[in-house]
Every structure is written in structure tokens, then in C-alpha cells.
């Protein structure tokens, strides 16, 4: 008999917290549409950001891989290393 209250109490909470996420779930939605009653103003401001995403990603990228192959240009003189590093130099200078 002490197993059923604590079976009560689970389905009490699950009932509370299930309650919650509904109201959670409902205030986003009001919130999504009262920001954007129009569809294509939602599609057109994804679309661009999406493509500044990618931009900014790809000029990130390349600042960071240019910064490696900088801080490496000192090691050049170092033996062992130094000969893998100026390789891969040249290979990116020939491209």
C-alpha cells in the first residue's frame, strides 16, 4: 500500500510538469506569431541569414587558418618540423 502514493505523486508530477510544457510550449507560439504573421518575411530573414552564416563562416575560417600558418612560419628554422612546415608552405603558396 505504500507503493501506491509514491505512484500518485508520480503521476501527479508528470501530469504538473506535462501542464508546464504545454503552457511553455503555448507562450512561444503566441510569441513566434505575434513577431511574424507573414511566412515570407520569416523565409526571407532565414534565407539571409543563412547566407551571412555561411559568409561569416567561411572569412572565419580563413583568418584562422591564415593565423596557423603564421605562428607555424616561425618554426621553419627547427629541425624534424621545420621541413614539414615548409613544405606545406609551398604547397600553399603553388595553390
Known amino acids: 500500500m ?3 502514493p509514491k505512484k500518485k ?3 501527479v508530477s ?3 510538469r506535462s501542464q508546464r510544457m504545454g503552457a511553455r ?3 512561444v507560439e ?3 506569431n505575434d513577431l511574424y504573421n507573414d511566412r515570407k518575411a520569416i523565409y526571407k530573414m532565414n534565407f539571409f541569414r543563412g547566407i ?3 559568409l561569416g563562416s ?3 575560417a580563413t583568418v584562422v587558418v591564415t593565423l596557423i600558418v603564421w605562428v607555424l612560419s616561425f618554426f621553419v628554422n627547427i629541425p624534424g618540423i ?3 612546415i615548409h613544405q606545406a608552405q609551398q604547397e600553399i603558396q603553388n595553390r
Open 2 to 4: 505504500a507503493a501506491e
Open 9 to 11: 505523486l508520480s503521476l
Open 14 to 16: 508528470r501530469i504538473i
Open 25 to 27: 510550449r503555448t507562450v
Open 30 to 32: 503566441e510569441m513566434f
Open 52 to 54: 551571412f552564416f555561411g
Open 58 to 60: 567561411v572569412l572565419g
Open 82 to 84: 621545420g621541413e614539414t
